[in-house]
């Protein structure tokens, strides 16, 4: 693999000036990193993009690491540590002095009063993705079945999730769903 | 009902002691964040570890929403800096970013010799359609140890609506919402 100092450098300014847009994360910016990996810069296929944003999705792990996957096919395992710090350094940078200033705040008061108008934004976003998600998941009577069970199980009970996923999967093992 | 929900005296949350309570408990919301990672962040943080209550996480999930950056990953930091300044902030991104990234680059090289078959894309289909119940599930959890005020469910629900249903861009709604919720807040706190 070709991981002259050239395309590293590409590779961080590419992602790193990505950073700081990528507000509600990375996956809100999907589409603009497919036209700088793909019709931009060449570095791979639609398809190939396709099957390592659905391989960051499966692996334990943020689905940021997207990032890390695109940077590793265009340079290796260099490339995805580049093309990782590259896309988190910089907004984990603001947050980091954010934070620090917003917990200082002076005004306890007005802080409270963010954090509280935050909340329900933050559930209703969250409600949202399960939803996408599930939308995209349940081709299938089962697999909508699947995703009941375990919307269900992990609210309703303390199982660990570990089980209601290893379930699932062997439930697609025996080829119902 | 337990009486932690007053705003004014929130209960003391114990914190992780030493660095490498706070790296295991990193490390393990980023190897099991199978589907995603914020419905483990929920678990370990709130339900085992208990270093924050319900309504101090979903407050802070709407404050990693609204800055730039992967949700999880801002939340890594933010929590690593509070409880153990920078190197606190670096090993809980090591934890829950760096070493899950290790992780897919070696599932990368082995991936494409299996991404086809039936079998494998039967199982991963399936655990898919379950791992889109964990994260509604993680909002239904959310929803109810928050105890969210009429305005907050209006405020939440609409979100959610512009969001799954209309397919709103993000950034929209969160230019209208953040400020259209703080004014409610606000208001009602008068």
């Known amino acids: 693999m070709s991981a002259g100092p050239d395309v590293l450098f590409e590779i961080a300014w590419r992602f790193a000036s990505l950073s700081l847009f990528a507000v509600g994360g990375i996956n809100a910016l999907l589409p603009e990193f497919h036209r700088v990996v793909v019709d931009v810069e060449h570095w791979m296929t639609s398809a190939e993009f396709a099957d390592l944003f659905a391989l960051a999705q499966l692996a334990p792990g943020p689905n940021a690491m997207v990032v890390s996957l695109l940077g590793w096919k265009v340079a290796g395992v260099t490339g995805a540590f580049v093309a990782t710090i590259a896309a988190c350094g910089p907004s984990s940078f603001v947050s980091y002095f954010a934070m620090r200033r917003f917990e200082r705040m002076k005004n306890s008061r007005a802080r409270a009063i963010i954090q509280r108008a935050l909340a329900p934004i933050a559930i209703g976003l969250v409600l949202a993705s399960g939803y996408t998600l599930a939308r995209a998941a349940d081709r299938s009577l089962v ?17 660990n999730p570990v089980w209601v996923l290893a379930a699932a999967a062997a439930v697609g093992l025996t080829g119902l769903a | 009902m337990i009486a932690d ?59 990693c929403q609204v800055l730039p950056g992967p949700n999880v990953v801002n939340m890594a930091v933010i929590l690593g800096a509070r409880w153990q300044g920078v190197p606190g902030a670096l090993l809980a991104l090591t934890g829950i970013l760096f070493i899950p990234v290790g992780g897919v680059l070696v599932l990368a090289t082995f991936y494409a010799s299996v991404a086809h078959s039936p079998v494998v894309t039967a199982a991963i289909a399936a655990a898919s359609a379950a791992a889109a119940g964990l994260i509604i599930a993680t909002a239904i959890r959310l929803l109810v140890g928050a105890r969210l005020p009429p305005h907050g469910l209006v405020v939440g629900a609409v979100v959610f609506v512009l969001v799954a249903l209309v397919h709103a861009p993000l950034l929209w709604v969160l230019a209208g919402a953040v400020p259209v919720a703080i004014v409610l807040e606000w208001h009602q706190s008068r």
């Not at chain 2, 790296?23 to 099991?32: C, D, E, S, V, Y």
């Not at chain 2, 419905?39 to 319900?54: G, K, N, Y």
């Open chain 1, 143 to 159: 697999a909508l079945a699947l995703t009941v069970a375990a919307t269900a199980a992990v609210a309703g009970t303390r199982v």
């Open chain 2, 5 to 63: 929900g007053s705003d004014a005296a929130p209960s003391p949350s114990p914190v992780p002691r030493t660095r490498g309570a706070l790296f295991t408990a990193f490390l393990k919301m980023g190897m099991l964040g199978f589907g995603g990672v914020l419905p483990w962040a929920r678990r370990v943080l709130v339900e085992e570890r208990r270093w924050l209550s319900e309504r101090e996480f979903a407050e802070l999930i709407g404050l």
